[in-house]
């Protein structure tokens, strides 16, 4: 599993690596500007524009200068704003001036026209992940008329002004596209950063996994290639009562479609008997119109794993929660109300079976822990909450972070905004609760759940785009499977 790694952490990388391939580090700024030329090359929509680079004076702008003549040389109608003198720049993007051609038009910011027609593309190589405080003076000028301008905007590495690791402080590039080298620096993952960062994209420049993950880190990036590994086997003579037996318990009057669409997609995920624990009222209608889960007021013996929460309700009791936590006493999955029910009776935290995942969107977290004034804060008190009561803290949203009880977090890389869309994440209680039940380790169901719910959110986003709702991405959950290559 690939790290994310600090932004202090990547020249030291940068300079193990190119020791260890015995390459100069002009060599691997050549791979960085080739990878992003080839990202670029991909997009149809992007080809056969003029482009506008603007190139600072470190590393980032070196890149911005081989970018500009690896497109040249392709035959894209390029211009090149140049921010700092030669003297002034960097080792490497000195070498990467003198290799400009002639033919390359190359501009002083100071005597910029700023004509850039609508429809260009305006390449953002000032600063990378060197930025070491928010940007002011001529520099913040030159990024506010970046961001006042209409082209289609794109960040070499990071959006200039956006640091590698926390929130932003004053201004920064609002790019459409981030084009980020080795792997995403994690202010992208941000929401925060959302209007700056735009459609997150990652190269790779030749640095092995391998070779990244030998620095210190506890960050990771869950990634497809992660996944058929954390899958148990399951051998040709299973039965049902070896795919586990699972228990999904909300569905408050009027809100019975929460756990209905747990339970299904505890099915779909693989489970082999699920159980709804809903009112019996409720009962009749949807052994009709889902026959294949089996219906309960009670708390049923013998269970595999139990998701607790999704529509269960606002006005329980903590003892309702207390007496599940004692009689199962195994890790289970608390989602919804059964967070919201902990917020209110914090005391409960106390009682959570270790390694229990609990699943929390941004809101329900906060109500557990406090208003976060961004990100950076939130993700700390994930890994806080997580640490001190040994439970796994799925923090849900775009790239899904799981905190976990030794300290590591994963960031996930599948899922997009058309799920964002009532009962999106009740599907998620219901794969979780599954995988837990069919006998995955806690950490292993919570990554590869997080996994699965995202990719089939993904299949299904591609024939319903902003029509997608719960139940596509139930019936997405077979492809993923497929898709992974999982017998
Ligand atoms: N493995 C990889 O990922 C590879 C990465 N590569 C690339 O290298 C980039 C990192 O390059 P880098 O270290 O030279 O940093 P970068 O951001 O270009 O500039 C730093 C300069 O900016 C200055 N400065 C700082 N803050 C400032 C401010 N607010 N306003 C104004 N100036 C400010 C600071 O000087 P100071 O002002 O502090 O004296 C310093 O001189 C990385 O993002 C990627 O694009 C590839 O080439 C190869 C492989
Ligand atoms: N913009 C997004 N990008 C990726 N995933 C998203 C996005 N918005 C929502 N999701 C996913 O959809 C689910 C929404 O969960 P939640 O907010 O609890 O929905 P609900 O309460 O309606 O069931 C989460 O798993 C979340 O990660
Ligand atoms: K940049």
């Not at 002639?102 to 501009?107: A, C």
């Not at 209007?195 to 990036?221: C, H, M, P, T």
């Not at 309702?320 to 989602?335: G, H, I, R, T």
Request: net charge negative; proline share 4%.
């Amino acid at each position: 599993m690939r790290k994310i790694l600090a932004g202090s952490q990547i020249k030291t990388l940068d300079q193990r690596f190119i020791q260890a391939k015995g390459i100069s580090s002009l060599e691997l700024m050549e791979e960085a500007a080739c990878a992003f030329v080839d990202w670029l090359m991909e997009q149809s929509d992007l080809r056969n524009r003029p482009v506008f680079i603007f190139a600072g004076k470190g590393n980032n702008g070196g890149d911005g200068m081989a970018i500009a003549r690896l497109l040249h040389t392709i035959g894209f109608s390029v211009t090149l704003i140049a921010t700092a003198s030669k003297e002034d720049s960097s080792i490497d993007n000195q070498l990467n001036s003198e290799r400009l051609p002639d033919s390359l038009q190359v501009v002083s910011s100071d005597s910029f026209d700023w004509k850039i027609p609508v429809g260009a593309i305006v390449i953002d190589a000032l600063l990378g992940v060197g930025l070491s405080y928010p940007l002011e003076g001529r520099l913040l000028e030159i990024v506010r008329r970046i961001n006042e301008i209409s082209a289609i905007k794109i960040a070499v590495d990071i959006p200039t002004g956006l640091p590698a690791d926390t929130v932003v402080a004053g201004e920064a590039v609002r790019a459409d596209f981030t084009v980020s080298f080795q792997f995403p620096k994690l202010s992208l993952l941000f929401p925060d950063h959302a209007a700056y960062v735009g459609r997150l994209n990652f190269v790779d420049i030749g640095i092995s996994v391998d070779f990244q993950n030998q620095l210190e880190g506890s960050k990771f990036l869950l990634e497809q290639g992660d996944i058929p590994a954390l899958h148990l086997k399951k051998n040709d003579f299973i039965h049902k009562g070896d795919m586990g037996k699972v228990m999904l318990i909300g569905g408050s009057k009027g809100k019975v479609g929460a756990i209905l669409l747990a339970s299904q997609a505890a099915l779909r995920a693989g489970s082999g008997l699920v159980y709804a624990n809903i009112p019996a009222d409720e009962r009749l209608t949807c052994q009709v119109a889902f026959p294949e889960i089996m219906y309960s007021t009670e708390l049923v013996e013998d269970l595999d794993a139990i998701g607790v929460g999704p529509g269960w309700g606002t006005t329980l009791h903590p003892e309702e929660l207390s007496q599940l936590f004692q009689k199962y006493a195994f890790p289970m999955v608390l989602d919804a109300d059964a967070i919201n029910l902990m917020a209110k009776y914090p005391k409960l935290l106390h009682e959570i079976p270790a390694n229990s995942i609990l699943t929390p969107h941004l809101k329900e977290f906060e109500r557990l822990v406090g208003s976060c004034d961004n990100h950076s804060i939130r993700l700390k008190k994930a890994l806080e909450l997580a640490t001190t009561y040994q439970i796994i803290v799925v923090l849900k949203g775009a790239y899904t972070c799981i905190s976990t009880p030794d300290g590591n977090q994963y960031f996930n890389t599948t899922g997009n905004k058309y799920m964002a869309t009532a009962g999106s994440g009740d599907v998620l209680t219901g794969i979780i609760t599954s995988f837990l039940g069919q006998g995955y380790a806690p950490v292993q169901a919570a990554l590869v759940g997080v996994f699965h719910h995202g990719l089939a959110g993904d299949i299904a986003a591609k024939s319903k785009n902003r029509g997608l709702i719960a139940s596509d991405i139930i019936r997405s959950i077979p492809q993923t499977f497929i898709e992974l290559d999982i017998d």
